[in-house]
């Protein structure tokens, strides 16, 4: 068995690749590798809102109410539209307006990162989060001529839908008989093969805290911790926003982490999860497991349903 | 009168071997389900000895790595918050 492993700064973060062969030689693997290199950077080129020439920063600054775009973005649109409606609207691609106005206006710098406990000792009451009052109105959709239409003043924001989605395609790209793992901001896709053991790290000191055993899909966390800032009033703000109030969400969750059929899928439902609070989260994430990380420091394992199943009579008799 | 008794003393006959048959089946430790059904997960605890980072250098290689991603002592891939 060979194995290569790649790393490489990524979406704000790092891009984590790990390949295993038994049938490639070492250097096959590394040029799988920098393959799955190249179609990360070209998708964080493309979808990048910190990036002045990408196709995002295009459209956002396009007057026509409907773009011709590349297939990529329309494939984007069409993930947004799809988690705006699997997550019941808490999942929005259009608040970028909201999120500048929180002061999210540029790349992160760490050293904006202000301390989770401080925040989380004068936030406002716990609740969960709600959709937006436009949500079901298409305000982003792609039209009959396959142009991305858009309401009047609305811009995309993919965030985390852009890791999942380059996880996702770059692993789609692998020949079969590859095992893989390909992490892009903290958003995995796994498969080929053996199942994965996928670490969960802490919202406040990544250490890990979990391991989830996966065979192919995906598996996302989102939270709060990571860019979370103080306004000048000395209040506190961050990056997932409540779409019905255009705030920061305090649910009484600092992250969840979640396992699906994709990382794209994953990263939906963490982000659903977080925003629901810990009593929606819980009934979201038992159909396939998942961890939750409390406000108070509590690690919340949820496992997915036992399932035995007996062997089918062919295979029982072979 | 008592034809029914063959019936129940049968019906309960079968439900315990397959109850025993799939106490067994977790008992053994394994989970039949993870061989057909993608993207189901199970968990285990974190382990106490910990994991560094990932490699320093870009790209590392090991030849002789186990099929499983942290039985050989690397680092497993991780998710966390961005």
Redesign the interface.
Known sequence: ????????PS????A?V?L?SAALD?AA??RL?DDVHARVETIEAALSRFRPGSELNALNGDPRPAVPSSPLLRRTVAAAAWAAERSGGLVDATLLGELERQGYEDSWEADRRADIEEALAVAPRRRPAGPARWHGEHRLAIDEAGRIARAPGVRLDPG?LA?GMAADLAAAALPAGV?Y?I?C????A??G?????????S?RS?????????????????????RIWQRPDGSFAHHVLDPATGQPAWTGLV?A?A????ALEAEVLAKTALLSGPLGARRLLRR???VLQHDDGRIE?I??P??????LPARAAA | MSSWRPLVAGTVGVFLIVLAFLAGQLKSGGDPGLRSNAAAATSQPAPQDGFGAGPSAPYGTDPSAAPNGSSDGLAPPATHQS
């Open positions: 068995m060979t194995r290569v492993d790649l790393s490489f979406m704000g973060g790092e984590m790990r295993e070492r693997l590394e590798a985390g890791k095992r793992a992490s901001g903290g958003d995995v796994v498969g093969g053996e199942p994965w053991e996928v670490a969960v790290r919202a990544d250490a890990e805290v979990h391991r989830l055993r996966v065979r192919a899909g995906g598996v996302a966390t989102s939270g709060i911790a990571a992250a982490t396992v699906a059929a994709s396939r497991g998942g394992v496992p997915p036992a399932v035995v199943r007996l062997p």
